[in-house]
């Protein structure tokens, strides 16, 4: 028997009795602890506590495919390494490399095999390799796996344990409050060897749902985990957690026992001997994804999913009134948990997480702003059968190119104003590399794929990429040298840590500003920035400017003087004024 603090078997046996009352709950822990901690494997004597240690302003991620760059000759992962060094290294320490299994669909959404590398990008060594050298983060990609996996196939055949894998349902069940991110049927029809069965697909008819109700699920998951904590994973993305949990008759997200299972995982993680961050992606509204924090036992970390669509808006609208109401609301994360801020991602913009924040109006110009840039829509069933916009697919440096006004001359200054403003914010700053690589719309890539995502997911040939990255003239270049700038004078201010305090300032409606102040209190950031193509002046008593310290603007390096009079900012400039710079 291992030995833990006192409080971890109670704990697992209480979790293991809210999700799976009629199971042994002591057997269960058994297999839960020696799957998790196999021979050879340590544990910690006591649970890590919540603290504001397990992250600094000195982190920073850049979100990416494993073969978002190729050059038909060498692993793409081998060249995500050397770009990483070459274009990354000392101003972003963190990677999430999203999917890098064998897949069929969803581009690397629907896997196939949990437990090997995607041949086509390269193979464990070099995931090792790259976690060795940055803050790793991968998927577990809980909801559901291809259909063309060896689990479903051995389902199909009645075969177990995977026989009792997957979620069935019966077209006759009343599935009418079932909350859906997508449009097509639920429910697919497949022949067994049991006969016909109808399983659940909550998100394709090619990534069939698991049984979460079958604990062998979970044991299998829980296996896969630890094969990423010792593969260099230290955050671990739960993809689509919010929909796990199933049951007839149910809305069937959020469910309790979705909450125990993170509450479990993240009860393995505060006693594994690996500093392991727990980060759920639940792409819904603001305070259906807070819930996700739990009472500081659920998961470490949670994406901002709110800020996309409000800093959009933001920018096309000229005026920050919702994003300012919006962020005045929100609760500092606890202690022990941090937000991932993002714009933009690997999916697309989702409008979920704006409901009640924005109007019908509101929504509605923004998604044919989007249109009118290039960009795509992408839908949602409504439980009266209707359908409402789920996500907006367009690269976030398409979606910078002009205002509800139309095109204009501001794209780039839009773009670096729109992710300068993300990286103040109380959080942890993550950066999709198209975004960074300043990428246009990829239409081609849409339609040869048949769907809507390709838009954002380009790939890139090194070589290509290498000419456009050393010409001054070029968008990647500009743009590229303009973030990692402002990354690297971010990463050194302390009252930019993730749990540093934060004030959201009332100010002109064309600027977004905050206070941050540092857990020292030595050093304080006015950080503002300037929404609109106007000229806007504010006055220093307006944000408490005090008279007699040393001001100094960190993105400009000049000083600021409080009774200087008005304080300028021109089209989308951002100040981030400090005492300490």
Not at 228 to 238: T, W
Not at 480 to 485: D, F, G, I, R, T
């Amino acid at each position: 028997m291992r030995e833990f603090d006192a409080t971890f078997r109670a704990r697992l046996l209480t979790l293991i009795g809210q999700i799976y009352p009629d199971h042994d709950a002591g057997d269960l822990a058994v297999r839960i602890e020696q799957t998790f901690w196999p021979e050879g494997t340590t544990h910690r004597r006591r649970g890590r506590m919540p603290g504001n240690r397990h992250w600094s302003e000195r982190d920073a991620l850049i979100i990416t495919y494993g073969n978002s760059i190729v050059d038909g000759q060498h692993k793409p992962l081998d060249l995500l390494r050397d770009f990483l060094h070459r274009q990354m290294s000392g101003v972003v320490n963190g990677v999430h490399i999203l999917p890098f299994f064998p897949y069929t669909s969803d581009d690397g959404f629907a896997v196939t095999d949990y437990r090997a590398v995607n041949p086509a990008l390269g193979d464990w060594t070099d995931i090792q390799r790259i976690g060795s050298e940055f803050l790793l983060m991968s998927d577990l990609v809980l909801n559901h796996v291809s259909s063309q996996s060896h689990w479903f196939h051995e389902y199909r055949q009645g075969h177990a344990p995977y026989d009792a894998f997957f979620f069935e349902a019966s077209p006759e069940d009343d599935l009418s409050l079932v909350v859906r991110p997508r449009a097509h049927p639920l429910l697919r029809k497949v022949e067994t060897a049991r006969g016909t069965r109808h399983v659940w697909c909550t998100f394709s008819h090619d990534q069939i749902d698991l049984d979460f109700s079958n604990p062998d699920v979970l044991l299998e998951f829980i296996a896969i985990t630890r094969l990423h904590i010792d593969s260099g994973v230290r955050i671990l993305r739960l993809d689509a957690v919010a929909f796990i949990w199933k049951e007839v008759g149910t809305r069937s997200i959020h469910m309790p026992q979705t909450h125990a299972i993170v509450r479990l995982l993240r009860l393995l993680a505060d006693f594994a001997t690996e500093p392991i961050i727990l980060l759920t992606e639940t792409n819904v509204p603001n305070q259906e994804n807070l819930s996700y924090f739990g009472n500081r036992n659920e998961a470490h970390a949670v994406y901002n999913f709110t800020l996309p669509p409000l800093v959009l808006h933001a920018m096309m609208a000229g005026t920050a009134r919702n994003l300012v109401r919006w962020q005045g609301s929100m609760p500092p994360a606890q202690l022990g948990c941090a937000y991932l801020n993002f714009t933009a991602s690997h999916d697309g913009i989702g409008m979920r997480p704006a409901e009640g924040i924005l109007t019908a109006d509101d929504t509605a110009r923004v998604i044919e702003t989007m249109r009118d840039f290039g960009g795509l829509v992408s839908m949602r069933a409504l439980p009266d059968g209707g359908q409402s916009a789920y996500e907006l697919n367009i690269t976030w440096f398409e979606a910078m190119k002009g205002t509800f006004k139309g095109p204009d001359e501001w794209q780039i200054e839009r773009f670096i104003a729109s992710q300068t403003l993300m990286m103040a914010l109380e959080g942890i700053p993550a950066f999709y590399i198209q975004s960074l690589l300043a990428c246009a719309n990829d239409r081609e890539g849409v339609e040869k794929s048949g769907h809507n995502r390709a838009i954002n997911r380009h790939r890139w040939d090194y070589g290509d990429l290498q000419t456009l990255l050393d010409d001054p003239e070029s968008p990647q270049h500009i743009v590229m040298q303009a973030m990692k700038e402002r990354i690297d004078v971010r990463r050194r201010q302390r009252a930019f840590h993730p749990n540093a305090t934060q004030f959201t300032l009332r100010l002109d409606h064309r600027i977004f500003g905050l206070w941050r102040q540092s857990l020292d209190r030595d050093q304080s950031i006015f950080a503002l920035h300037n929404v609109s193509s106007d000229t806007v002046m504010v006055d220093p008593y307006a944000i408490n400017l005090i008279e007699g310290e040393n001001w100094v603007d960190l993105l400009t390096g000049a000083g600021v003087e409080a009774s200087a009079g008005e304080i300028s900012f021109a089209p989308y400039q951002c100040r981030w004024i400090t005492n300490r710079g």
